[in-house]
């Protein structure tokens, strides 16, 4: 028999599973395993956050929230597809910077269409208020859970 949710924090908990659970999280570029959803989230942090010089692998550790192994070996597997380059850090001899390649650039964009139409279905299905509520709400969530972050990452 269903358990039914006893406060708002776990009605909010069962209503962000259902969401995830429903697919909605996913590119057709994802599901057919040519990225995973790691490799997405690395890519897009790099063109997001990092242009120009690139990233450190243990700049990309740490705003993920992973070991530098794990980095490392998405690094390793997103090079064996060309989709990011290494290069020496021109401050430090010693470091490697990471950049997205032009391929990969290319792939991130394909995921990022892909992302937008999926929301642009949601927010037509939605319609223009209920869109612009969730947008504040969802607004309103990350900037509470930005600043209560462990301030190390």
């Known amino acids: 028999m269903p358990r039914h949710p006893s406060s708002a924090a776990e009605t909010l908990l069962n209503a962000t599973r259902r969401f995830t ?11 057919t395993g040519e990225l995973s959803r790691a490799d997405w989230h690395l890519m897009w942090l790099l063109q997001r956050d990092f242009t120009g010089e690139g ?18 070996q998405q690094l390793r597997s997103l090079e064996s597809k060309q989709l990011i380059a290494r290069a020496q850090d021109n401050e430090d001899r010693r470091a490697v910077m990471i950049k997205l390649t032009a391929l990969g650039e290319i792939k991130l964009e394909e995921v990022k269409k892909e992302y937008v139409s999926e ?11 209920d869109t612009t509520q969730l947008i504040r709400l969802l607004t309103t969530a990350a900037a509470f859970l930005e600043k209560t972050e462990d301030p190390s990452c």
């Not at 659970?21 to 599901?31: E, I, V």
């Not at 929301?119 to 208020?129: K, P, V």
């Open 55 to 72: 990233a450190r692998p243990s700049e990309l550790a740490k705003r993920l929230r992973v070991t530098a192994g794990n980095v490392a």
């Open 21 to 31: 659970r429903a697919g909605f999280s996913q590119s057709q570029t994802m599901l």
């Open 119 to 129: 929301f642009e279905r949601l927010t037509t299905h939605l319609g223009a208020e």
